[in-house]
C-alpha cells in the first residue's frame, strides 16, 4: 500500500513513463499523491519547463514547479560555483540554452569546467576537446551516472553515463562532481521543494542501484513502485500490476 509520509519523492522513467508511454498505474498514483510530490529524475537533456509540456501531452499533468532534473540542477551547481568560468557543455540546445540565461558563457575550445549532459551529437572531436581539457586540469561536473535507461519496446537508451565512460577512457581516473541520483543533490533539492525533511519523505522509484541507494544516502525509505502497486488492497491498482 502506498506508505504514510508528508512528501513523495517520484522517479520518471520506468516509473511514470518509458519512453513516451505513460505506464498503467502512473495517473491514478499522481493523482493520488498531489502536491505531495516531487518528480525526480535523472534527465540530463530537457528542462522542467520542457518536461512539464510532455507529461501534459501524454495527460500526465505535472507543473514544472514540481520537477527536478539533473541537467538543469548541474547547470545550477556550474553558476553557483563557478561563476565567470569558460564552460563547455557537452548536451541538448535546451539545456545550452538553459545554461546562457543562467548566465554561463558556453565555449567551444580552452575551457575552465566541462559540463557533461546526455549529448546526442557527441563526436570523436568533442571526445578529443574534453580530454585534453581534463588532462590541462579543467573541472568536470557530470549530469548523471547513468550509461542507460529504459526504452520504449524494453530497448534501453544511451546516456551521460556512457560518454562519460568513453571520456575517462582516454584520460584515465579523474576528479569529478556528479549531481544525479545516487548522489544527494536531487534529494536535497527535492525535499526542499516539498518543505520536507528526509523521515518524512518516501522515494518512490523502480531502481535500487539509483533511487534505492539514493534515498538510502539521504537517509529516507525508498519503496519500489510496484511493491506499492502488488500491496494496494483499497484502489484500482491492483488489477493494473504487470505479471
Not at 512528501?7 to 502536491?35: C, K, Q, S, Y
Not at 563547455?88 to 567551444?108: D, M, N, P
Not at 524494453?154 to 565512460?165: C, M
Not at 539509483?210 to 511493491?227: C, K, Q, S, W
Request: glycine residues 10%; aromatic residues 2%.
Amino acid at each position: 500500500m502506498l506508505p504514510a509520509a508528508k512528501g513523495f519523492l517520484v522517479d520518471l522513467d520506468g516509473t511514470l513513463i518509458t519512453g513516451r508511454t505513460v505506464l498503467p498505474w502512473a495517473r491514478e498514483l499522481i493523482e493520488r499523491i498531489g502536491p505531495r510530490s516531487v518528480v525526480m529524475s535523472n534527465d540530463s537533456e530537457h528542462t522542467p519547463d520542457q518536461l512539464a509540456r510532455l507529461l501534459r501531452s501524454l495527460r500526465l499533468p505535472i507543473s514544472a514547479d514540481r520537477i527536478v532534473l539533473a541537467g538543469a540542477l548541474a547547470v545550477d551547481a556550474v553558476a553557483a560555483k563557478h561563476a565567470g568560468a569558460r564552460v563547455l557543455l557537452l548536451g541538448s540546445e535546451s539545456l545550452r540554452t538553459y545554461a546562457r540565461r543562467r548566465g554561463l558563457e558556453l565555449v567551444a575550445n580552452d575551457p575552465q569546467v566541462i559540463l557533461l549532459a546526455r549529448d546526442r551529437r557527441f563526436t570523436y572531436a568533442k571526445l578529443a576537446l574534453a580530454t585534453n581539457a581534463l588532462l590541462n586540469g579543467a573541472a568536470l561536473i557530470v549530469a548523471n551516472p547513468d550509461r542507460t535507461h529504459p526504452g520504449a519496446g524494453g530497448k534501453v537508451v544511451p546516456e551521460t553515463g556512457a560518454i562519460l565512460s568513453a571520456i575517462l577512457a582516454c584520460t584515465g581516473s579523474v576528479g569529478c562532481e556528479v549531481i544525479g541520483k545516487p548522489e544527494p543533490h536531487l534529494f536535497a533539492r527535492g525535499m526542499a521543494m516539498l518543505g520536507t525533511c528526509a523521515d518524512e519523505t518516501v522515494m518512490i522509484g523502480d531502481n535500487p542501484e539509483t533511487d534505492g541507494l539514493g534515498a538510502a544516502r539521504a537517509g529516507m525509505r525508498y519503496v519500489h513502485v510496484l511493491e506499492i502497486l502488488k500491496n494496494e488492497s483499497a484502489s484500482s491498482l491492483p488489477a493494473l500490476v504487470p505479471g
